[in-house]
């Protein structure tokens, strides 16, 4: 990366509040979009069952994924920034990662699937009704095809280029943990049904950390793809008549295998991720300022935090850190006196003050939302 293109004020350096942000304005987008299309479908002679259509469910996946594409776009204008400049859609990776995704997909699924069926079968018995949720039924090559665009691939870009390459970007401000699973978190509740709210969550932490291992949104995206066209294809299959039919243990021994696969090919992921890093030079290097400031991260987890930095931060990333930090040492060298210094601490202080609380707001409205839409959601099938 040239040193011109990241020393300026349109270097997409996110925080946590643009995460929030960001995931806001797509989340109220999404559900305008949605009622918008109620609407005009009330308005006209279209029949109710339009929407549980194939026609429609590729419709409405349409309007979700225009909502998490142009939100960024729209907000990186707002706020002078350039969201997909050193995103990720350019980034060279170790080829090895990518044909670790294929068995990855199919662990997440091992692991992710017997789980969240266990789950709404536990919502069933609350009298959550799993039949008013309008789902993806493939009965025929026509549709799978379909499907595979529209539910499967269009998706796993505009999703993965939302919750990975800006919202889990910008959460990676207060730690690479804490980045994966609130992401993770907000990635399944979005959905706003139980049926998608653990296996979804499950292929958001896999997605995040193929994300932060790599600093290519390539991987996750294929990750994506790879999970929604699995269990298109799966479908498809039951639908034919040949479901997947094992007693309770042997979901379990599923379970547990895929659980203790895909830990195995994400450490994996990581080590190729951190031996392809070797060969490129990183051009920046963290100051010692810099790197206090970050070591102080209140929810980080220390291992996890130093590897991902290593490998995710660019130089970009590490030129902002060491220019905000070189800031405060020329504002605090600039005190000529004990009092003045004091002043100035404070007044940093309680401008950090101030940021926090920005950030901590957006995080609270975020999962308010998202937690209000799915509560309504529930109750409505329940009555």
């Keep these: ?26 989340y109220v987008l999404k559900l305008f979009l949605q009622v918008a299309l109620v609407v005009l479908l009330a308005m006209t002679d279209v029949p109710d069952t339009f929407t549980s259509t194939m026609g429609g469910i590729c419709l409405i996946t349409s309007l979700n994924e225009l909502a998490f594409f142009l939100t960024p776009l ?25 044909l670790l995704c294929v068995p990855l997909a199919i662990a997440v699924i091992c692991f992710g ?24 039924v493939v009965d025929s090559g026509s549709d799978l095809a379909l499907t ?36 993770s978190a907000l990635f399944a509740l979005m959905h706003g049904n139980p049926l998608q709210l653990v296996h979804q969550f499950i292929i958001g932490i896999a997605c995040a950390v193929l994300y932060f291992s790599t600093r290519s949104l390539i991987p996750s995206i294929l990750l994506h793809f790879l999970n ?7 479908g498809y299959f039951e639908s034919m008549g040949k479901p997947i039919d094992l007693p309770v243990w ?53 291992g996890l935090q130093k590897k991902f930095f290593e490998l995710h931060r660019s130089d ?38 101030k940021a926090k609380m920005k950030d901590k707001k957006a995080l609270i409205y975020s999962f308010v939302l998202t937690c209000a839409v799915w509560i309504i959601s529930f109750i409505v099938n329940v009555v």
């Design 1 to 26: 990366m040239k040193i011109y293109e990241y020393r300026n004020k349109n270097y997409p350096y996110l925080e946590t509040y643009d995460a929030g942000a960001m995931f806001i304005g797509s």
């Design 74 to 98: 729209a907000y990186g204008k707002i706020r002078g920034k350039n969201l997909l400049f050193d995103m990720g859609f350019e980034k060279k990776f170790s080829p090895w990662v990518a």
């Design 316 to 353: 970009g990333e590490i030129f902002a850190d060491n220019a905000e930090a070189a800031d405060k040492e020329a504002k605090l060298a600039g005190a000529a006196t004990e009092a003045e210094q004091l002043v100035v601490r404070a007044d940093m202080d309680e401008t950090a003050k």
């Design 228 to 234: 929604n066209a699995t269990a298109l294809v799966l």
């Design 148 to 183: 595979l665009v529209f539910v499967a691939l269009i998706p796993s870009i505009a999703e993965e280029y939302l919750f990975r390459g800006t919202i889990a970007r910008g959460f990676a401000k207060n730690g690479y943990f804490f980045a994966i699973l609130v992401s």
């Design 113 to 136: 699937s017997p789980l969240a069926s266990a789950f709404v079968k536990l919502v069933e018995l609350i009298g959550y009704k799993t039949e008013n949720v309008t789902s993806v």
């Design 250 to 302: 042997g979901w379990a021994l599923v379970c547990v295998a895929g659980l203790i696969a895909s830990v195995l090919l994400l450490w994996a992921v990581v080590a190729l991720s951190s031996r392809y890093a070797k060969k490129t030079e990183r051009g920046e290097t963290l100051s010692e300022s810099a790197a206090a400031e970050y070591a102080r991260k209140k929810y980080a987890v220390p």
